[in-house]
């Protein structure tokens, strides 16, 4: 069953042709248009799963649109790191879910447009798999632009006082880094003459034009940062992410950062197969300013009140483990920063859902307005405190294995210092957790809002406890991720040929 | 040097024209100027993709009678064609939400919505 | 010899239903005590119930939880940790009576006794714990389960204390982190079932770095000079804590830390072979006489036994540094030797407070006519840590000062009768004050703490004198302690 060769399609266009008739079927009520966008993902999940199985069984392959043999066709490849499309269709499943109740709540949207807000996430959601599944570069511009789109109008669905303008500020960032990558795009299929990656990273060590690929690469580099809000291009984040509704906002920081992260992973296997750069000058960058998003994040994160604002700024310290990851650029640290990509998307989610219920149930949004909270919120307290310790990295929960295996990365490469900095970022981050549990258990009330809240509706309630029980698990059962992740890393640090 | 660049002017053209879009939407103050600048951008990553395309004394790649080598290649105006239409929903959104930070704030200077921050 | 068993790991897990089970139920009094009063004495059963293989030489091993190759969560009762979780799990008995007697009428008391209850299950854990994440994990966890109870009054002091305890602990728990992730780099392994992991082939500057950061990590906890900060405030935690966390879990789980990383991680030879220890032993030595010092000029009871409690804790780490048998058996002996005395004096600080108010020292006067019972249990833990033959301190002072003879380290003799000398000089005014300054038209009446204050403290004393009496307690063998002295010295 698994063999089936059209999942593959599949699973990028369910969700964006459920987008497209999310409108239509919902002409006559929008009641359908939640059930629609559920059934829709719940799909895609199934495809997702039989796709992963099979990537487990047998190994990467690829899918050939029409028949087209590559590098005339355009090509979906299914490799260890597509896996991720799993935590994709889990937290967008669970998001849609979340939706149910909390879009009745939003102020700003009309009633009858609600359909429009599940076509939208729909959109994103099916963006970001075909960003990961896709083979061809083009392509890869294409999805980043779907998803990029649809994640500036979700921002502004959220009808805070500035969502529109943290919007713009999210598209005038997000466009000129999407028109940077396709500029760089364009340079790569100007030198190689193609846009498949595989066939563009064959091709581009035979080309001796190490000028132009170079550029390329730093374009490439600069585009897929300001998507993954890396330190100093990150000043989109914190507004964009702490405004939008929440479910989106656990969709925004738990996935579509990542996608930079991946973009950038797709690069260096570009590059690394071909040969043609020496890779290290990056690498140092792109250590560095992860040390300091690391740093800044965190340290931003710690003087913040609004708990979304805080969460924000911790997705930017996050994005800083990762990517310091990825730059020191040892076995470990790359199996380390791929990790979180998962992990750190199930606790921002957990995270997340958890404090959006808080605000769904009392309005309030700041940790000194929401003292007290969890004598009224038991179980949405324990699933935010498990979500923190989780970033924190305090094992076993998720959190942990990626701190655990850059810091052994940082020694692997001969830098321990950034083993040092990994860590005094936690313990900053550590600093806000306490904040947070004084508050909610603590610290007597102020608002009478706070007592009188009870735990949100089951349809945002059991999503968060499931993500916060994914949490602990994710940390105990870490080697399954692993399991996916080795042998990719492994075939990343081969150069081609040896 | 200065013949290289004049050999590969289009590029040359296509980079400068981006820098002017980039400059815009750094330093204007109106939301729409701003937004210009990146449809300048825009167009500039078009223009470069689509010079790529070129073949010296190339013909228009189209199959039919008469129809002989060197084609151009086709693929570029592929990409901007999509590009195009990635192009004017940007375009489209970001004009929406002009209009309504313009009817929520009654302006769309950005400094003066920094203040209302 | 090592055998598969369950009872490594189901110590701690059951410690940790019950604790769960105080959250849920623990609105109602009885099931509170009941479950709490299940946890701890369901812990002492396991752990004794192991006593009889521990002595006949059995390791009792529980395989690894792996979460990904390499690192997991492994359990392993090994002599050393057999003495610590034999020690713990009989105090925390006592604790937990004499706790349910003194918090009764405060507030928040599920909270209190749930954390409470946690905190069996991670000792415990700490003390079994195979390898360095593992201890590591249990580590701090102690620190997050201990911060509700020391901010337990919720007043801004209580606030400020806590808040210097996490700092301070948390980044202690950070250095043995990195120091975690250096050891894996340069071994491949964290296991601390072996005498020493760490081998002299690994360069000096690592293994220095390593020893620093572990150290300094467990140290915090131990209360070393100058890393002892948080201690004296988080006095401000009702009694039972601070008997908590001075004689039992939170500072023994850093003493216990740093003869794990001494004995297990690093190894006496390499340890001998490159000389770190000395500097510490210094340190050691300097906490033990400055720490006493500090101790006589505070007039606040609790204050004054924070700062004694800093001082004995080092007799710890100074027996390990000296990297001599007989030094050992006296640092692993000392978990006991201390815990009892010091608890003993918390609970009558504690008893003292609960029956008159009266928390500073010259308000003590004539307390010996009102409270005989609880202030002669008071002069027998001073007489101990005095250094009395027939008292638990004594054992503790006799083979230190064996050892640092066997080392060569004449001067540790020094700080040892200097140290006693300062400790009377603390502890004896209290007694003076107690029994012989009886402010003019003090009866005789005699009144007592309530019997759940009373006997705790009775029984801790008496342990006192059976500790300094006989080597073979029922229960807390000192053959434990030399079973593990021969494993790490290979003899």
Wanted: with cysteine; charged share 10%.
């Amino acid at each position: 069953m698994y063999t089936w060769p059209h999942w593959l399609p599949l699973v990028v266009l369910t969700p964006l042709l459920g987008a497209a008739l999310t409108p239509i079927v919902s002409l006559r009520t929008r009641h359908v248009a939640p059930w629609w966008a559920l059934g829709m993902m719940t799909v895609t999940s199934v495809a997702a799963g039989m796709l992963i199985l099979r990537v487990a069984l047998e190994g990467p392959f690829s899918y050939l649109p029409g028949g087209w043999v590559r590098p005339y066709g355009i090509e979906l490849r299914f490799d260890e790191f597509s896996a991720s499309i799993s935590v994709i269709c889990l937290i967008g499943w669970l998001a849609v879910l979340y939706s149910f109740r909390y879009t009745e709540w939003l102020r700003e949207v009309p009633k009858q447009r609600i359909p429009y807000y599940y076509a939208l996430l729909l959109l994103n959601l099916g963006g970001m798999i075909g960003f990961v599944v896709t083979g061809d570069l083009f392509n890869l511009f294409v999805f980043l632009e779907i998803l990029s789109l649809s994640g500036y109008a979700l921002v502004a669905v959220s009808g805070e006082h500035i969502a529109e303008m943290a919007a713009f500020k999210y598209l005038l960032m997000g466009a000129i880094s999407s028109l940077i990558v396709l500029f760089s795009v364009g340079i790569l299929f100007g030198i190689t003459g193609s846009l498949n990656m595989a066939d563009v990273a064959s091709r581009l060590g035979d080309t001796g034009s190490v000028a132009p690929a170079a550029l390329a690469l730093g374009m490439l580099t600069v585009g897929f940062m300001v998507k993954a809000a890396l330190f100093p291009v990150h000043i989109w984040l914190p507004d964009a992410h702490s405004i939008a509704p929440s479910p989106i906002s656990a969709v925004l920081s738990g996935l579509v950062v990542k996608l930079g992260i991946l973009g950038m992973l797709r690069l260096y296997q570009i590059y690394y197969t071909s040969g043609i750069i020496d890779l290290f000058v990056l690498n140092q960058i792109l250590v560095w300013l992860g040390a300091i998003s690391i740093i800044m994040g965190a340290f931003f994160a710690v003087f913040q009140d609004d708990i979304k604002l805080m969460l924000a700024y911790s997705t930017i310290s996050n994005i800083g483990y990762i990517v310091m990851g990825l730059g020191l650029f040892t076995n470990f640290s790359i199996i380390g920063g791929s990790v979180h990509v998962f992990n750190h998307a199930i606790i921002k989610a957990t995270l997340f859902f958890a404090a959006g219920a808080m605000i769904y149930r009392t309005g309030y949004r700041t940790l000194s307005d929401l003292r007290g909270i969890g004598s009224s919120m038991p179980l949405t307290s324990i699933a935010i405190s498990i979500g923190a310790i989780s970033i924190v990295g305090i094992p076993p929960t998720a959190g942990f294995l990626c701190k655990w295996y850059i810091a052994l990365g940082a020694f692997e490469a001969n830098q321990p210092f950034f083993g040092f900095v990994l860590i005094f970022g936690a313990l900053l981050i550590f600093v806000y957790y306490i904040r947070m549990v004084n508050a909610f258990y603590f610290q007597a009330p102020v608002r009478q809002e706070v007592v009188d809240a009870t735990e949100a509706p089951a349809s945002m309630l059991y999503p968060t406890l499931l993500l916060a029980a994914l949490c602990l698990i994710m940390g105990v059962l870490g080697r399954i991720p692993l399991a996916f992740i080795e042998p990719a890393v492994q075939r990343l640090l081969t150069p081609l040929g040896g | 040097m200065l013949e290289a660049l004049w050999n590969n002017v289009d590029y040359v053209a296509s980079v400068v024209l981006f820098c002017i879009g980039l400059y815009i939407i750094i330093a204007k103050n109106n939301l729409i100027k701003k937004f210009l600048g990146l449809n300048i951008m825009e167009t500039a990553v078009f223009a470069f993709i689509i010079a790529l395309g070129v073949v010296d004394d190339g013909s228009p790649p189209i199959m039919g009678e008469g129809a002989s080598g060197p084609f151009a290649s086709p693929i570029p105006h592929a990409l901007v064609l999509t590009g195009i239409v990635v192009a004017v929903s940007t375009t489209a959104l970001a004009l929406s939400l002009i209009i309504r930070i313009y009817r929520q704030c009654g302006t769309i200077e950005a400094d003066e919505l920094r203040e209302m921050e | 010899m090592e055998v598969y068993d369950l009872r490594p790991i189901i110590a701690p897990v059951i410690s940790l239903v019950c604790a769960a089970m105080v959250f849920f139920l623990g609105h109602n009094k009885y099931w509170r005590r009941f479950w709490m009063l299940s946890a701890a004495t369901l812990k002492v059963i396991i752990v004794m119930s192991m006593l009889p293989g521990s002595l006949r030489g059995v390791v009792y091993v529980f395989p690894m939880i792996e979460f990904t190759p390499g690192i997991g969560l492994g359990f392993r009762a090994d002599a050393l940790g057999m003495f610590f979780a034999v020690v713990s799990s009989t105090l925390w008995v006592f604790t937990t009576i004499y706790a349910i007697g003194y918090m009764k009428g405060e507030g928040q008391r599920v909270r209190f006794f749930g954390f409470f209850s946690l905190c069996v299950s991670t000792t415990v854990g700490l003390a079994f714990a195979e390898n360095l994440l593992t201890f590591f994990i249990f580590y701090e966890m102690l620190t997050i389960c201990t911060y509700p109870l020391v901010i337990h009054d919720e007043t801004p002091e209580a606030f400020r204390a806590g808040r210097k305890y996490l700092v301070y602990t948390l980044t202690g728990g950070a250095c043995i982190l990195i120091g975690a992730v250096i050891v894996f780099d340069s071994t491949g392994t964290l296991s601390l079932g072996s005498p020493g992991i760490l081998s002299t082939d690994i360069p000096t500057g690592t293994l220095a770095l390593i020893f620093t950061l572990l150290i300094a990590g467990f140290a915090v906890k131990a209360g070393v000079m100058p890393l002892h900060g948080w201690l004296p405030s988080a006095m401000v935690a009702p009694t039972p804590v601070s008997a908590l966390l001075h004689a039992v879990a939170v500072v023994k789980a850093g003493a216990f830390g740093i003869l794990r990383t001494i004995y297990n991680v690093f190894g006496v030879d390499v340890l001998q072979e490159v000389g770190f220890t000395m500097p510490l032993a210094w340190l050691a030595a300097f906490t033990i006489i400055v720490g006493s010092l500090i101790a006589v000029f505070q007039d606040n009871l609790k204050r004054r036994l924070a700062f004694s409690t800093i001082s004995q804790l080092s007799y710890i780490v100074l027996g390990a540094a000296l990297l001599t048998p007989l030094a050992a058996t006296a640092a692993i002996v000392h978990i006991a030797n201390q815990a009892f005395p010091k608890i003993t004096m918390f609970f009558v600080a504690g008893a003292i407070k609960k029956k008159t108010g009266k928390t500073a020292v010259h308000e003590l006067a004539g307390i010996g006519y009102q409270m005989p019972w609880t202030m002669g249990a008071f002069t027998v833990a001073s007489l101990s840590f005095i250094g009395m033959p027939l008292t638990a301190g004594f054992i503790t002072k006799w083979y230190l000062s064996l050892g640092a003879l066997e080392s060569g380290q004449y001067w540790v003799l020094a700080v040892m009768v200097g140290s006693s000398m300062l400790n009377a000089a603390y502890f004896l005014p209290i007694i003076y004050l107690a029994f012989f300054k009886a402010p003019p038209g003090t009866t005789m009446r005699v009144s007592e703490a309530a019997p759940t204050l009373f006997i705790p403290i009775l029984i801790c004393a008496v342990y006192v004198l059976i500790l300094g009496t006989t080597a073979e307690v029922v229960g807390m063998p000192f053959s434990l302690a030399e079973a593990a002295v021969h494993f790490v010295f290979g003899m």
